[in-house]
């Protein structure tokens, strides 16, 4: 590699090669030789470096590269086999006769069945069952209430007899002690 110590021109070509840097490359006019002693050979170190990475990560990214195209085709085969099968399948006709379900299948659909018509059953029944519950309380709370308001019927009419018998009692007293004191 020739390194020189002053810029002359830009250089594209190193892109055309697939080097693949971002940019153009300055070349420089004399070599690396010509240069001052510990500069130069500092330059030329790290420019070694800094090319032999670039030469790693383009030979990671090659093999990525290789990779991911072997697993394209793959995925391109694995289509069109696919897609074969597809084209052969919408050609046939497909009857009740030709659909086969597995015991286990027919037994879960069944099991499922029975599990939801029993749950609703146990819930309307247990509803059922607190709706009977609860108009029976209705009825027997009722009933003791008129039995209530029958019996303190029949203590206030007891009392306004009482009442009008005392009354009375009161009366056929203030005569008799009227008729008395007249005498």
């Known amino acids: 590699m020739h390194l020189v110590a002053h810029c002359t ?3 594209t070509s190193v892109q055309r090669k697939g080097v693949g840097m971002d940019g153009p490359v300055l070349l420089l006019d004399r070599p690396v030789a010509a240069m001052t002693p510990g500069a130069g050979a500092a330059w030329y170190q790290a420019l070694e470096q800094t090319d032999e990475k670039h030469e790693e990560g383009h030979k990671r990214h090659r093999a990525r590269l290789d990779g991911h195209e072997s697993r394209i085709e793959s995925l391109e085969q694995a289509h069109a086999d696919l897609q074969s099968k597809v084209l052969q399948l919408s050609g046939r006709q ?3 006769t030709d659909i086969i379900v597995p ?3 027919v037994w879960a659909i069944v099991l499922s069945a029975v599990m939801i018509a029993g749950g609703i059953w146990a819930s309307t029944s247990e509803l059922r069952s607190d709706v009977r519950d609860i108009l029976t309380q209705q009825a027997a709370s009722a009933k003791m209430a008129d039995e209530r308001s029958g019996s303190l019927k029949e203590s206030i009419a007891d009392a306004k007899r009482l009442q009008e018998l005392q009354r009375i009692q009161l009366e056929s007293l ?3 002690v009227l008729t008395m004191q007249r005498r």
């Open 9 to 11: 021109e830009l250089d």
């Open 94 to 96: 497909v009857s009740l």
């Open 103 to 105: 015991s286990k299948v």
């Open 174 to 176: 203030t005569k008799t």
